[in-house]
């Protein structure tokens, strides 16, 4: 039986060795790559993140411990990509400009993998620009935008106008997520969806672009 929580501790003590052994060893005993994923990797990130909020550790210990969530999701990555081997479309994800988050957007885009997408990762602090380029250059038909700062949900905002502008807008569908994003604020900017997590990303990523 695998060891969900182990596997969250030492994601939170940023012990990629462990991660990795821990994972793996899970994987040898059977359990489901998405599990390994939602309830231990993301549990002990989300943890740390609450310890994050409360000054109970800082800046050093949070990347570490991003480094180690890393080390988990490289080895899950191909194993949640290889259910699916038609591609249902081409999305583009990144994280908006002025935000370097992107443990989230990874996942986003590692569960759009899974689900059968093919996925351009744009990275972080992405301009508006560079999602237009995504849509008018490289065939994009779905753009997600990932923010972690209140500050830089307006980029969000920016980068659909970007779309508008470029006239690509009715050509695409734009997604949106991450911590500080609502459904509400997906609505006032205009955004054709948005979802609270990683798995509900991908199944929206279906429903959009059906809309196409
Ligand atoms: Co930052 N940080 N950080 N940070 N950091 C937050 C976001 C914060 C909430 C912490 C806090 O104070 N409580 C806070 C923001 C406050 C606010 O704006 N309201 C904050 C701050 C302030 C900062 C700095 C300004 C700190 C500083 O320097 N003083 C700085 C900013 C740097 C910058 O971006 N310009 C900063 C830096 C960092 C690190 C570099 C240390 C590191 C990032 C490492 C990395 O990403 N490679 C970091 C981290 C790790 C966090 C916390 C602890 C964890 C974020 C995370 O990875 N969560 C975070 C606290 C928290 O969120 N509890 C915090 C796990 C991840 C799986 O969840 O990203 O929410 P999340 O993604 C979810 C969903 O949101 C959704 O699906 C994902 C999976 O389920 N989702 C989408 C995400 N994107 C989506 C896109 C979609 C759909 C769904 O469609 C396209």
Known sequence: MADFRAIADAVKAGRAKVVKTLVNEALAEGANPEALLNE???????????????????????????????????????????ANVQSLGKVAIGTVKGDLHDIGKNLV?????????????????????QYVDAVANQGAQIVGMSALLTTTMPSIKDGIEALKAAGLRDKVRVMIGGAPVTQSFADEVGADGYSSDAASAADLAKELIKQL
């Open 40 to 82: 231990g990797l993301v549990v002990g990130m989300n943890e740390l993140g609450i310890m994050f909020k409360n000054n109970e550790v800082y800046v050093p210990e949070v990347l570490i411990a991003a480094r180690a969530m890393k080390a988990g999701t490289e080895i899950l990555k191909p194993l949640l990509a290889a």
């Open 109 to 129: 885009g590692m569960m759009l993998e899974g689900a059968g997408f093919t996925v351009i990762d744009l990275g972080v602090d992405v301009s508006p620009e």
